[in-house]
């Protein structure tokens, strides 16, 4: 099945062991796999959402088997999850202990606590695809509507990036393959590309990252000294990659080169010679990490 996740990809999406996936599936019925043509278990969009479920109930307090019976009961309308316990309750709209409100108030101190919460009751994957990412998308939609300031917007986004950029010392070890990551110049916004980073890193890929307003001659040099596996560029505007487009030609003439963010396009993938990533951070990097 296109797009199916192996049995790795489904236990960091969902923040659950791949043993404890297999006891689900052998004892209860609870995942229905297809299998790819090389014979691999392969995991829909259906059987992630009865993962959350599953979790959800054993939060309330049901036996495995008892959750598993609840979730396989659920008529399909009902299949899209509820929000994960934890994340329901620190990721909120107007929880007084929410990201979003110690967020808004200013408050980093309250700020870390939440995240401290998260990140140990959920995956890293899980934070930043259930919780980060979505903050921050409604951060930008509430600041271009006059809700927040632009010092509230930049206060969120920096505590979030300095958590992220916590957890990445020494992702360039190892003996993975090796990805290039990079904003254009102008580009400021760098987040997604670093959560990126970080998934991947989990997934044993070495990690060069540039960052934010990267110089293309930089990209370039840094690209043809390290010859990497693969050069990810992002950008949030359009116009950071229509300033570069004979750099970026050039570039994917000698290396793989993927362009992400919402700057990117289909049309303009293909015109440099690149590849289209249309996903957010973590699925981009579970996809990736699974065709290798």
Same mark, same amino acid.
């Given at each position: 099945?296109?797009?199916?996740?192996?049995?790795?990809?489904?236990?960091?999406?969902?923040?659950? $062991?791949?043993?404890?996936l297999?006891?689900w599936?052998?004892?209860?019925?609870?995942? !229905?796999p297809?299998?790819?043509?090389?014979?691999?278990r392969?995991? !829909?969009?259906?059987?992630?959402?009865?993962?959350?479920?599953?979790?959800?109930?054993?939060?309330?307090?049901?036996?495995?088997?008892?959750?598993?019976?609840?979730?396989l009961a /659920?008529?399909?309308?009902?299949?899209?999850? !509820?929000?994960?316990?934890?994340?329901?309750?620190?990721?909120?709209?107007?929880?007084?202990? $929410?990201?979003? !409100?110690? +967020?808004?108030?200013?408050?980093e101190?309250?700020a870390?606590?939440?995240?401290?919460?998260?990140?140990?009751?959920?995956?890293?994957?899980?934070?930043?695809?259930?919780?980060?990412?979505?903050? %921050?998308h409604? %951060?930008?939609?509430?600041?271009?509507? &006059?809700?927040?300031?632009?010092?509230?917007?930049?206060f969120?986004?920096?505590?979030?990036? $300095?958590?992220?950029?916590? +957890?990445?010392?020494?992702? &360039?070890?190892?003996?993975?393959?090796?990805?290039? +990551?990079?904003?254009?110049?102008?580009?400021?916004?760098d987040?997604?590309l670093?959560?990126?980073?970080?998934?991947?890193?989990?997934?044993?890929?070495?990690?060069?990252?540039?960052?934010?307003?990267?110089?293309? &001659?930089?990209?370039?040099?840094?690209?043809?000294?390290? /010859?990497?596996d693969l050069?990810?560029?992002?950008?949030?505007?359009?116009?950071?990659?229509?300033?570069?487009?004979?750099?970026?030609?050039?570039?994917?003439?000698?290396?793989?080169?993927?362009?992400?963010?919402?700057?990117?396009?289909?049309?303009?993938?293909?015109?440099?010679?690149?590849?289209?990533?249309?996903?957010?951070?973590?699925?981009?990097?579970?996809?990736? /990490?699974?065709?290798?």
């Amino acid at each position: 099945m296109p797009g199916g996740l192996r049995i790795g990809a489904l236990s960091k999406r969902a923040g659950v $062991s791949e043993h404890v996936l297999r006891a689900w599936e052998s004892r209860y019925g609870l995942l !229905s796999p297809t299998r790819s043509s090389g014979g691999f278990r392969l995991y !829909s969009e259906t059987d992630v959402r009865r993962v959350q479920r599953m979790r959800a109930y054993l939060a309330d307090g049901l036996s495995a088997a008892e959750a598993a019976r609840a979730v396989l009961a /659920e008529p399909a309308a009902a299949a899209h999850p !509820s929000p994960d316990p934890v994340v329901g309750r620190l990721a909120e709209t107007n929880g007084p202990v $929410s990201l979003r !409100s110690a +967020l808004d108030l200013l408050d980093e101190r309250a700020a870390h606590a939440v995240l401290d919460q998260l990140f140990g009751a959920l995956t890293v994957e899980a934070v930043i695809r259930d919780v980060l990412i979505p903050y %921050l998308h409604e %951060l930008g939609d509430r600041w271009s509507r &006059g809700e927040v300031t632009v010092g509230q917007e930049h206060f969120a986004s920096n505590v979030i990036r $300095s958590r992220l950029a916590a +957890l990445s010392p020494g992702w &360039g070890g190892g003996r993975g393959p090796q990805v290039l +990551l990079a904003c254009p110049p102008g580009e400021l916004h760098d987040i997604a590309l670093l959560s990126f980073g970080l998934v991947l890193r989990r997934s044993g890929w070495r990690v060069v990252f540039l960052g934010a307003d990267s110089p293309t &001659g930089d990209i370039q040099r840094t690209a043809d000294a390290l /010859e990497p596996d693969l050069v990810m560029l992002a950008a949030s505007d359009a116009s950071r990659f229509d300033a570069i487009r004979p750099e970026l030609v050039r570039l994917a003439q000698s290396r793989p080169v993927a362009l992400a963010g919402p700057g990117a396009s289909a049309e303009l993938a293909a015109v440099v010679g690149a590849q289209y990533v249309d996903d957010d951070p973590v699925t981009a990097a579970e996809r990736l /990490e699974e065709s290798r």
